[in-house]
């Protein structure tokens, strides 16, 4: 049973493109949450999703960053027109059901220049 | 806004030494968990703690949740080299709907020297 995974790990942009960061969760789960860690720092959370619902993006910046989870295939977090400050390590993790242990993927390390 | 509270942020010791990592907050957490982080990684959960007063051991690892429901520590007995990692502490608020929203503490770099 493969875990979490996401890719890419490394990502490079150049300041005003678009990231798009993916995430599949791991088999059964239909939960998914999307966190950010900056440098020395803990994890934030950005959004929690179920499969074709946003349902608490509570920690999403109000602009240029979305989140979705289609019927089919992995979960996407795109960020548009990138900014330094949006380098950071972004992790996906994922759970059965809401409310039980989430599993993480090794995250996308996003670097803009 | 929830907060959680790490101490200390950097720890170096020598192997064979015991150490303690706390968790604090002014909040209540229906449930607390510790997780080890490796650079490149992503975390992997430790442990889980739900009930006040609890206390759950993991081999050279002890972990306690407050009886309030706002702290936690852990503590490693005789560090090893192989303990050197991120550990971060992360709580599920009450009230949060239970969507498993978590609220990370900043984190606790433990350096075991040989």
């Known amino acids: 049973n493969a875990g979490v995974m996401q890719n890419p790990r490394h990502l490079v942009r150049r300041r005003g493109q678009e990231a798009r960061l993916r995430c599949s969760p791991m088999?059964?789960?239909?939960?998914v949450y999307w966190y950010r860690q900056l440098p020395e720092e803990g994890l934030k959370f950005m959004v929690y999703?179920?499969?074709?619902?946003?349902?608490?993006e509570s920690g999403m910046p109000k602009e240029r960053f979305s989140a979705e989870f289609p019927k089919e295939g992995p979960s996407i977090l795109r960020i548009q027109q990138v900014v330094r400050g949006d380098s950071a390590a972004y992790f996906c993790?994922?759970?059965?059901?809401?409310?039980?242990?989430?599993?993480f993927g090794q995250g996308t390390r996003l670097t803009v220049v | 806004t929830q907060l959680l509270e790490q101490s200390p942020q950097f720890l170096s010791i020598q192997e064979g030494e015991n150490l303690t990592v706390y968790c604090n907050s002014s909040s209540v957490f229906s449930s607390l968990q510790w997780y080890r982080q490796e650079p490149g990684e992503g975390p992997v959960l430790l442990v889980t703690v739900v009930t006040g007063g609890e206390v759950k051991k993991l081999k050279r690892l002890t972990f306690q949740f407050g009886d309030a429901r706002k702290d936690s520590s852990l503590h490693i007995t005789a560090a090893q080299p192989g303990d050197t990692g991120l550990y971060l502490c992360a709580g599920e608020s009450l009230g949060s709907s239970n969507t498993g929203k978590l609220i990370f503490g900043q984190g606790t770099t433990l350096q075991v020297k040989p």
């Open positions: 088999k059964g789960h239909s939960h």
């Open positions: 999703l179920q499969k074709e619902n946003i349902i608490d």
């Open positions: 993790a994922s759970s059965p059901l809401r409310d039980t242990e989430a599993f």
